[in-house]
């Protein structure tokens, strides 16, 4: 292998891969993947846990195979009683330990029973079938039992602020003030050894098997234009300031213009922002970007990863994965990250309704974008009680400034509600007809502006199901996993706080759908983008975009849509001048992806080291203070509040 200047290459290559490249040459090359694929299965294979230690063995992995055997164990003593046995606990799991009763080893018995629980302990002896009768079957070492003939305790243990159990309930913030104790519980060990796997399986699959490139982008640098709040990071030069990247984004696009054309990393972002339930402040995302690709491309590939590096235990996953557009999702589903595990979706009935006397529907589709839709609750009637519909109703209200209006199928098949005083029997039948209503389904209806409407009855949906599967109604399979695409969204949206302004829906950096680029120029906001969004069981796990690769358009949508100072981005402007390819890429939130493989309520039960949903370590107890002359050479002073002055004093 040569490059331009006739200089061969090989020294750039490991042998592995060049001997992989030469076979992929020849005739009949199938030998050469065969190779690779033994190779990696090789490299798979169990791992040595007793590697480089002093242990023989670990607690989980013995069995009746090793009777016989005389083995050194360390462990945490789970569990112990009347100084007769102790349960003696690692990683791997559980066994139990004979504790001697002869006088010969009472050195044995004294330390052992002796050691308070959560002490760590290295133990010696033989292991031996349990008496008939004894055997565990729930423990995996439940047939066997190690008798003790010597013992060490390493560390005693003092008491504990919780029991080391799963069963054990703790409230989250003494868990978090306690994490090194937390860690130790089966859950977490399970949790945090499954994102490790998962980690490897996608390294393996996207550098080995498919030529990505690892890179690790910088975490200290300047302010990014739009999206979400950035730390800040004081330097010594006087008024200037770091910013910690909330994504590697323009990085890994100018890795794309540096030519190395397929970039991943397991990366780490910054958001500030504030006290948002289950979200950190720190979190890992799977980054990728590549050259010359497009959004088909960029879909194949995470499909593939997904699968490749998806734990056996949840089962399988079929690709493709379904995909559907922005606009489906909020007219069926009220969110752009819909949850396709039941149904419940949302139904028109403004068709149906146009031609009723009912005043509040014909006043709500006199607007342009006015609309009557609804959702159907199944076995409402039986399963939620009047106080949920209320709540359900008062929802709506709350949030979204939305009146609900409800329908009931009696058991005769006729209906309850306000609306039947003003529907003939035949119109009532199609109404049923049209809601596909069963006896006692209740149905939520809805009248008013599109997105608006949408919103309520797609927030409505998901408490209903909450509410449904409080009851006893299963709806959801938490064994099962959804995965969905949602594209076409809008490039820009409508700012909250001033809806004459436009911000971007995904970055500053996406390319608008290629049907819709005069657009751009005309009229920027019925432009659709090249983002896509990944969806799994109703949670954003991913998103990307296939980028802006021309400095004048990304100039044009920074200064004239956007109204940005372009200056910030003038090193990224500039480099999309010289020689930038088509490119684009996507991230998955590896922390989100790992909590619903495991099915954990937060995202923090699959972080080692979680801040609070406030944002603070309750451990170390950070963020804190630091001293007016350790601010000193930032050139920071800080103007305390009255009440954090007194504070401080005392």
Same mark, same amino acid.
């Given at each position: 292998?040569?490059?331009?200047?006739?200089?061969?290459?090989?020294?750039?290559?490991?042998?592995?891969?060049?001997?992989?490249?030469?076979?992929?040459?020849?005739?009949?090359? $199938?030998?050469?993947?065969?190779?690779?694929?033994?190779?990696?299965?090789?490299?798979?294979?169990?791992?040595?846990?007793?590697?480089?230690?002093?242990?023989?063995?670990?607690?989980?992995?013995?069995?009746?195979?090793?009777?016989?055997?005389?083995?050194?164990?360390?462990?945490?003593?789970?569990?112990?009683?009347?100084?007769?046995?102790?349960?003696?606990?690692?990683?791997?799991?559980?066994?139990?330990?004979?504790?001697?009763?002869?006088?010969?080893?009472?050195?044995?018995?004294?330390?052992?029973?002796?050691?308070?629980? %959560?002490?760590?302990?290295?133990?010696?002896?033989?292991?031996?079938?349990?008496?008939?009768?004894?055997?565990?079957?729930?423990?995996?070492?439940?047939?066997?039992? #190690?008798?003790?003939?010597?013992?060490?305790?390493?560390?005693?243990?003092?008491?504990?602020?919780?029991?080391?159990?799963?069963?054990?309930?703790?409230?989250?913030?003494?868990?978090?003030?306690?994490?090194?104790?937390?860690?130790?519980?089966?859950?977490?060990?399970?949790?945090?050894?499954?994102?490790?796997?998962?980690?490897?399986?996608?390294?393996?699959?996207?550098?080995?098997?498919?030529?990505?490139?690892?890179?690790?982008?910088?975490?200290?640098?300047?302010?990014?234009?739009?999206?979400?709040?950035?730390?800040?990071?004081?330097?010594?030069?006087?008024?200037?300031?770091?910013?910690?990247?909330?994504?590697?984004?323009?990085?890994?696009?100018?890795?794309?213009?540096?030519?190395?054309?397929?970039?991943?990393?397991?990366?780490?972002?910054?958001?500030?922002?504030?006290?948002?339930?289950?979200?950190?402040?720190?979190?890992?995302?799977?980054?990728?970007?590549?050259?010359?690709?497009?959004?088909?491309?960029?879909?194949?590939? #995470?499909?593939?990863?997904?699968?490749?590096?998806?734990?056996?235990?949840?089962?399988?996953?079929?690709?493709?994965?379904?995909?559907?557009?922005?606009?489906?999702?909020?007219? /069926?589903?009220?969110?752009?990250?819909?949850?396709?595990?039941?149904?419940?979706?949302?139904?028109?009935?403004?068709?149906?309704?146009?031609?009723?006397?009912?005043?509040?529907?014909?006043?709500?589709?006199?607007?342009?974008?006015?609309?009557?839709?609804?959702?159907?609750?199944?076995?409402?009637?039986?399963?939620?009680?009047?106080?949920?519909?209320?709540?359900?109703?008062?929802?709506?209200?709350?949030?979204?400034?939305?009146?609900?209006?409800?329908?009931?199928?009696?058991?005769? $098949?006729?209906?309850?509600?306000?609306?039947?005083?003003?529907?003939?029997?035949?119109?009532?039948?199609?109404?049923?007809?049209?809601?596909?209503?069963?006896?006692? /389904?209740?149905?939520?209806?809805?009248?008013? %502006?599109?997105?608006?409407?949408?919103?309520?009855?797609?927030?409505?949906?998901?408490?209903?199901?909450?509410?449904?599967?409080?009851?006893?109604?299963?709806?959801? /399979?938490?064994?099962?996993?959804?995965?969905?695409?949602?594209?076409?969204?809008?490039?820009?949206?409508?700012?909250?706080?001033?809806?004459?302004?436009?911000?971007?829906?995904?970055?500053?950096?996406?390319?608008?759908?290629?049907?819709?680029?005069?657009?751009?120029?005309?009229?920027?906001?019925?432009?659709?983008?090249?983002?896509?969004?990944?969806?799994?069981?109703?949670?954003?796990? $991913?998103?990307?975009?296939?980028?802006?690769?021309?400095?004048?358009?990304?100039?044009?949508?920074?200064?004239?849509?956007?109204?940005?100072?372009?200056?910030?981005?003038?090193?990224?402007?500039?480099?999309?001048?010289? $020689?930038?390819?088509?490119?684009?890429?996507?991230?998955?939130?590896?922390?989100?992806?790992?909590?619903?493989?495991?099915?954990?309520?937060?995202?923090?039960?699959?972080?080692?080291?979680?801040?609070?949903?406030?944002?603070?370590?309750?451990?170390?107890?950070?963020?804190?203070?630091?001293?007016?002359? %350790?601010?000193?050479?930032?050139?920071?002073? #800080?103007?305390?509040?009255?009440?954090?002055?007194?504070?401080?004093?005392?």
């Amino acid at each position: 292998m040569k490059c331009s200047c006739g200089m061969a290459l090989s020294w750039l290559l490991p042998r592995s891969l060049l001997e992989l490249a030469r076979g992929l040459t020849r005739p009949g090359c $199938g030998w050469a993947l065969r190779r690779a694929a033994s190779a990696s299965a090789s490299a798979s294979a169990a791992p040595d846990f007793n590697s480089f230690v002093t242990r023989t063995n670990t607690c989980g992995e013995l069995r009746s195979a090793h009777v016989g055997q005389e083995v050194t164990l360390y462990g945490w003593i789970q569990y112990q009683r009347q100084g007769l046995f102790l349960v003696l606990r690692d990683f791997q799991g559980l066994i139990q330990v004979i504790i001697p009763q002869d006088e010969a080893h009472s050195h044995v018995k004294n330390l052992l029973s002796n050691a308070p629980v %959560e002490s760590v302990v290295r133990v010696t002896g033989i292991v031996s079938p349990r008496p008939p009768g004894q055997e565990n079957p729930k423990m995996p070492t439940g047939d066997i039992e #190690v008798k003790a003939e010597t013992a060490e305790v390493l560390n005693s243990c003092k008491k504990l602020p919780f029991e080391i159990k799963d069963f054990i309930k703790k409230s989250e913030a003494l868990r978090m003030q306690y994490r090194y104790l937390d860690l130790r519980s089966f859950q977490l060990q399970y949790n945090l050894r499954l994102r490790s796997r998962v980690v490897m399986k996608m390294r393996e699959y996207l550098c080995n098997l498919h030529g990505f490139v690892d890179v690790e982008t910088p975490t200290l640098f300047k302010r990014t234009p739009g999206g979400a709040k950035e730390f800040l990071v004081p330097s010594r030069e006087v008024g200037k300031f770091y910013c910690l990247p909330q994504s590697p984004q323009q990085f890994k696009q100018l890795l794309m213009v540096g030519g190395l054309d397929r970039y991943f990393q397991v990366a780490r972002c910054y958001r500030d922002e504030g006290s948002r339930p289950d979200r950190q402040p720190e979190f890992t995302q799977i980054d990728i970007e590549m050259s010359f690709v497009d959004k088909a491309g960029i879909q194949k590939l #995470v499909e593939g990863l997904l699968q490749y590096s998806w734990p056996e235990e949840r089962g399988s996953i079929s690709t493709p994965f379904p995909s559907m557009t922005y606009e489906e999702a909020l007219a /069926d589903y009220g969110t752009d990250k819909p949850d396709t595990r039941f149904g419940m979706k949302i139904v028109s009935i403004s068709d149906f309704l146009r031609r009723s006397n009912i005043q509040f529907i014909q006043n709500a589709l006199s607007y342009p974008h006015g609309t009557v839709k609804a959702i159907c609750i199944p076995q409402g009637v039986r399963y939620l009680k009047n106080k949920n519909l209320e709540s359900l109703k008062e929802s709506a209200k709350s949030k979204f400034n939305q009146e609900i209006v409800e329908i009931i199928c009696r058991p005769d $098949g006729s209906l309850k509600s306000l609306l039947t005083r003003f529907l003939d029997e035949k119109q009532q039948s199609q109404l049923v007809q049209a809601l596909n209503m069963q006896v006692d /389904d209740v149905v939520l209806l809805a009248a008013g %502006e599109q997105k608006q409407v949408c919103s309520a009855l797609g927030s409505l949906r998901l408490e209903s199901a909450d509410l449904l599967e409080a009851a006893g109604l299963v709806l959801r /399979d938490p064994a099962a996993f959804h995965f969905l695409w949602v594209v076409d969204f809008p490039l820009f949206l409508s700012k909250e706080e001033n809806p004459t302004e436009l911000e971007a829906a995904h970055h500053p950096f996406t390319a608008p759908h290629p049907s819709d680029t005069s657009l751009l120029y005309s009229d920027p906001t019925k432009v659709r983008s090249q983002h896509y969004d990944l969806v799994l069981n109703g949670n954003e796990i $991913g998103g990307g975009s296939i980028r802006i690769h021309s400095a004048e358009q990304q100039r044009f949508v920074l200064e004239e849509v956007l109204k940005e100072d372009s200056e910030v981005l003038s090193h990224l402007l500039e480099a999309l001048e010289l $020689g930038a390819p088509p490119h684009g890429g996507i991230a998955l939130g590896l922390d989100r992806l790992i909590s619903l493989i495991v099915d954990a309520p937060s995202i923090r039960d699959v972080i080692a080291f979680p801040k609070s949903f406030r944002g603070r370590d309750l451990m170390g107890n950070a963020p804190d203070y630091v001293t007016p002359e %350790e601010l000193k050479p930032y050139h920071i002073q #800080v103007s305390w509040p009255l009440e954090e002055k007194e504070a401080k004093k005392n």
